[in-house]
């Protein structure tokens, strides 16, 4: 895949709609991420690993380039505002906000 190709698959480039960069300097990119109840976020990536911090919790549907389930949060224990936890990079993807909230995270 040709470095175009990657960087337009990147979560801010592939999904402005519901990424938004609430900061960017040479050591780190902070995302503000927001997905409507119904909503799903186009196929994208997270190149690098990150924090999460949770804002407000949705149960969710993500699946990979090909469509196959990869998490489905329901039947999960939901995550409350406040929650901080990491996560690794994140290859393709999509996520669905199958809940009745939005929800939001800031990476």
Request: hydrophobic residues 40%; charged residues 25%; aromatic residues 6%.
């Amino acid at each position: 895949m040709t470095q175009g190709k990657i960087d337009s698959l990147d979560a801010v480039s592939a999904a402005p709609r519901f990424h938004r960069v609430l900061l960017d300097n040479d050591m780190v990119r902070v995302l503000d991420t927001i997905v409507p109840p119904g909503e799903t976020v186009p196929l994208h990536t997270h190149r690098w690993p990150s924090v999460l911090y949770v804002v407000s919790w949705s149960d969710f549907v993500r699946r990979d380039a090909d469509g196959k389930l990869i998490k489905d949060s329901r039947g999960s224990t939901p995550l409350a505002a406040g929650t901080a936890l990491w996560s690794g990079p994140l290859p393709l993807h999509t996520l669905e906000n199958v809940g009745e909230d939005e929800l939001r995270m800031i990476a």
